[in-house]
């Protein structure tokens, strides 16, 4: 069974790209003059690097160590406070 959180962050994935898509969009038609178009463009790159979702797929064997699950937990909170 597919985990619901993976396939809504698929989702969240997809819409962020259309966002950019339309954002590179209004930048190209006012020819880069306005800042808060631009703003848009770097607005939608993620923050946080995607290492905690691709650490436990890549590499499973770490996450016995607790060096790993303190960074992993860290990560997560840092997300939901954002």
Aim: aromatic share 8%.
């Amino acid at each position: 069974m597919i985990n619901p959180i993976l396939l809504l962050r698929i989702i969240q994935g997809g819409l962020a790209l259309i966002v950019l898509g339309v954002a590179a969009y209004v930048v190209d038609f006012y020819d880069g003059a306005s800042d808060a178009a631009n703003f848009l463009v770097f607005d939608v790159s993620p923050s946080p690097p995607p290492s905690p979702l691709l650490l436990p797929i890549l590499f499973p064997s770490a996450l016995h160590l607790p060096r790993v699950r303190k960074f992993l937990m860290l990560m997560m909170l840092n997300k939901i406070k954002s």
